[in-house]
């Protein structure tokens, strides 16, 4: 009994590694979060099998019924609709119910948007924290205030929804600290734009923003 981590591509198909098309090839059967866009990705590369969908909405009560599944094949493989589950996406619990069942977990490592973002930021790259989503009403001010005297690099998922209003939040809270700011890596339309806060607020539009977002916000330097 094996389950596969399988990182798939942030965007540009293309980005997927040969060892995930091959273990994706040979698993019994494919868990996704969703079946239509996992589809899309199976289909490019002519891999015909079964496709059952784990999101955040199913998670905890398809686990049990998932685990015994696998327990009857030998190979399946986990995906998220982009990038690597667990990772800003589910999985973390069903993964963690496997590993109590006593079902091998293996990682196939590929595309990454954290990483991504990071190599091109063209800052000094000694540690850094990985924040994820902010929390989106309660909660958030405080955190931001808490991140503000974070002295390591902070990368950041947003909403394209919330883009501008991090900005300010930012502005507000860390308006001395470089910040860039990634759209749609490795996508047609990618985007990057840098700047402090206030500077990225008028190169930003505000309209007509569509995509992903991570934000990479700079060391604290010292005063």
């Given amino acids: 009994m094996e389950l596969f981590i399988v990182s798939t591509p942030i965007g540009n198909l293309e980005d997927i ?16 979060e969703d079946t239509r866009v996992s589809s899309i990705l ?16 199913n998670e905890k009560h398809k686990i049990l019924s998932l685990i015994e599944k696998i327990k009857s094949v030998n190979k399946v493989s986990l995906i998220s609709d982009a990038g690597t589950p667990a990772i800003s996406d589910p999985g973390s619990i069903f993964i963690s119910e496997c590993i109590k069942s006593g079902i091998k977990i293996i990682p196939i490592p590929g ?77 047609k339309f990618e985007e990057i734009w840098r700047g402090y806060p206030e500077e990225l607020l008028k190169i930003i539009p505000k309209n007509k923003l569509k995509g992903e977002f991570v934000f990479i916000i700079s060391e604290l330097t010292k005063k």
Avoid at 17 to 32: G, H, M, V
Avoid at 42 to 57: D, G, M
Avoid at 166 to 186: N, S
């Fill in 17 to 32: 590694s040969f060892r995930a098309i091959e273990t994706l090839n040979q698993s019994d059967f494919i868990i996704c």
């Fill in 42 to 57: 199976l289909k490019k590369f002519e891999i015909s099998k079964e496709l059952i969908s784990l999101n955040a909405f």
């Fill in 111 to 187: 595309a990454s948007a954290l990483l991504a973002s990071l190599v091109i930021t063209g800052l000094p790259i000694t540690s850094f924290i990985f924040e994820g989503f902010l929390p989106q009403k309660k909660g958030r001010d405080k955190k931001l205030k808490e991140l503000s005297s974070e002295k390591r690099m902070i990368i950041v998922n947003e909403s394209v929804y919330r883009v501008e209003k991090l900005i300010l939040d930012l502005k507000k809270f860390m308006p001395k600290r470089y910040v860039i700011v990634c759209k749609e890596l490795t996508k």
